[in-house]
């Protein structure tokens, strides 16, 4: 049973209370960071494990009152963004590439050296 987000301030829909608005704003704060510092994947389960914890973090500063805990959650937030590691930079053949590597290869099996 998928909950809504609330329309009305102050008054929850039935299935919904405080603590699942909280964990709506962290999923959608979760895929905003995911698709920020990840756009194409590649990331460790600990990198997912921070960036949650970043998220929660990040709602917990929006919804605080007091301005010395609303930036003591912002900066620990940074903190464990600045532990991300970005993925591999491992590309993937080119077509030309591939094309270069199949024609040394067939050149090999006929006996001939493949030219520089």
């Given amino acids: ?3 809504e987000p609330q329309s ?6 039935p299935g919904m209370n405080s603590r699942k608005l909280k964990q709506l704003k962290v999923a959608a704060k979760l895929n905003e960071l995911v698709a920020e510092y990840f756009p194409h994947g590649g990331y460790s ?5 921070r960036l949650k914890l970043a998220a929660a973090h990040y709602v917990d500063a929006d919804l605080c009152r007091d301005p010395i805990i609303r930036q ?7 903190y464990l963004l600045s532990k991300l590691k970005p993925p591999s930079a491992v590309r ?13 290869k067939l050149q090999l099996l006929r006996g001939k050296p493949p030219a520089a």
């Fill in 1 to 3: 049973m998928q909950a």
């Fill in 72 to 78: 003591r959650a912002t900066r620990c937030a940074e």
């Fill in 8 to 13: 009305i301030p102050g008054r929850f829909k």
């Fill in 45 to 49: 389960v600990m990198d997912a494990n």
């Fill in 92 to 104: 993937p053949l080119a077509a030309a590439d591939q094309a270069t590597i199949e024609a040394a």
